[in-house]
């Protein structure tokens, strides 16, 4: 093999190592913050599992990078996202269903007062 094909090589192989160890972490850390909210809804708020519909982590790209969003099996028309850092926080709702763009925060089941921003 000439050399300038081994350079070559080696050099993609290296590019390749970085970009597939950029998406493990994102998947990675996508999948711990998802366990950490579940296991606070869970365990800390007692909600049984069959009344979470789906938790999901996210990556974005703003601050913070990882987040959770939670359906719940009561409200599916309402994702709640959760930052899962230091320790697990409800930090806002999105209604996703326009057929309840009237809903307030008192007419929400899941929301946390003490752990919102909103």
Do not use: C
């Amino acid at each position: 093999m000439p050399k300038k094909f081994k350079v070559v090589l080696i050099f993609l192989i290296f590019v390749l190592g970085i970009i597939l160890a950029r998406f493990i972490y994102i998947k990675a850390n996508e999948h711990i913050y998802a366990n950490r909210v579940t296991d606070y809804l869970v365990n800390e708020m007692e909600y049984d599992e069959s009344e979470i519909a789906s938790v999901e982590g996210v990556y974005g790209f703003k601050l913070p990078k990882f987040y959770v969003v939670v359906t719940f099996t009561n409200e599916p028309y309402i994702e709640y996202v959760y930052f899962a850092h230091d320790r697990v926080l409800q930090f806002e709702y999105q209604i996703i269903d326009n057929k309840f763009k009237g809903i307030t925060k008192e007419d929400l089941r899941n929301y946390d007062p003490n752990g919102s921003n909103n």
